[in-house]
């Protein structure tokens, strides 16, 4: 029996890296894991492989399919007990040389996201008189991050947001934290990494190496289950030291 046997749990942007490897963790965990994702392909490929999970194509900025999303999840299964919202994107420069249409893409997606799905779900979580909100944060949220200004900005708003939340929703047991990895090893951080970025973080990070999306699932994990039941309204860096609160 898992720690998260019996539960029902939402994973946002679950089609592949971090997001990926959380839906595996929560699955393994026991979970009945609904794999959302805006690239329905990937979503069905992590679904294939986990036992009972089910994949849905979801973008986190449309309030309204966000809704119907989760509307779907209740009517199928008659509760909700995890969100992971793990959805995210970036698109690095320096802020003089970024494009509004870009700052909007990046807080649509990274703040915006986690509002439309808490919205949706937590009534439900409420109903049941118990929950757990995960929402995937970020060091440059906590930090800052050459680059990021606008990411970090969004994902500060979550830290922030997350907080707040934990405070409104505690007296209906439901809790909401927030994990902030530091740099992992996804196909993201490949994207706009070269080999100098790599090497140079790999030599700031006190454990000499990058994170792996599984060290981020593992603290997910940890925070989705009742081993939990007396953590809400926390920031957990999982950066291997590179950053310490």
Not at 6 to 14: E, L, N, R, S, W
Not at 145 to 161: L, N, P
């Amino acid at each position: 029996m898992g720690r998260l046997s019996g539960k029902i749990a939402i994973v946002t942007g679950a089609g592949r890296g971090i997001g990926q490897a959380i839906a595996g963790k929560l699955a393994a965990e026991g979970a009945t894991v609904v794999v959302t994702d805006l690239d329905e392909a990937t979503a069905k490929e992590t679904a294939a492989a986990l036992p009972g999970a089910v994949a849905l194509r979801a973008d986190v900025t449309d309030r309204q399919g966000v809704q119907a999303m989760v509307g779907r999840i209740a009517d199928q299964f008659g509760r909700i007990d995890v969100l992971v919202n793990n959805a995210g994107w970036d698109k690095a420069s320096p802020f003089v040389e970024s494009e509004p249409a870009d700052w909007d893409r990046a807080i649509a997606v990274n703040l915006y996201g986690v509002l439309h799905t808490c919205q949706a779900v937590l009534p439900i979580m409420a109903g049941q008189g118990a929950g757990a909100v995960v929402n995937l944060g970020s060091d440059a949220g906590r930090v800052g991050s050459s680059g990021e200004a606008v990411y970090s900005a969004a994902k500060g708003g979550v830290i922030a947001f997350t907080k707040s939340l934990a405070r409104e929703m505690a007296r209906h047991q439901v809790r909401v934290n927030c994990v902030c990895p530091g740099p992992t090893d996804t196909a993201l951080f490949e994207s706009f990494a070269g080999p100098k970025l790599r090497e140079a973080l790999t030599r700031a990070i006190p454990f000499r190496r990058l994170g792996q999306p599984a060290d981020v699932a593992n603290v997910v994990a940890f925070l989705a289950s009742d081993e939990a039941s007396f953590v809400t309204g926390q920031t957990v860096s999982v950066s291997g030291g590179l950053t310490m609160s």
